[in-house]
Nanobody, 122 residues
Framework: QVQLAESGGGWVRPGGSLKLSCVASTIPFDYGAIGWFRQAPGEEREGVACMRNIGDRTYYADPAKGRFTFSKDGFRHTVFLQMTNLKPEETGVYYC???????????????WGQGTQVTVSP
């Protein structure tokens, strides 16, 4: 139902920064959430940060706290993930997603972008 498209990934050295963007066809104002997820090869998608659409309350996975910032431009249906002090273990494909989002878990989201690759290496 919701179309999403991520951009902004690339290669960065450990300790560097990247800002990801995700344009959505719509962001509901009265229910649900938008999430950022990371998937490494052979691994499950893990929640990085999720923002509920009502009031913009944001959950961050513990490793992201203090380093990643989730923001939203509601008028342009765009969300962002500013990532700083990146670590090699944070390499993976980053997805944005829309859905009920009662938990910041992939099973709670049902619309997904195609992902953008982030590689953190020397």
């Amino acid at each position: 139902q919701v179309q999403l498209a991520e951009s902004g990934g690339g290669w960065v050295r450990p300790g560097g920064s990247l800002k990801l963007s995700c344009v959505a066809s719509t962001i509901p104002f009265d229910y649900g959430a938008i999430g950022w997820f990371r998937q490494a090869p052979g691994e499950e998608r893990e929640g990085v940060a999720c923002m509920r659409n009502i009031g913009d309350r944001t959950y961050y996975a513990d490793p992201a706290k203090g380093r990643f910032t989730f923001s939203k431009d509601g008028f342009r249906h765009t969300v962002f993930l500013q990532m700083t002090n990146l670590k090699p273990e944070e390499t993976g494909v980053y997805y944005c997603a829309s859905g009920p989002g009662n938990r910041c878990d992939a099973d709670e989201f049902d619309s997904w972008g195609q992902g953008t690759q982030v590689t953190v290496s020397p």
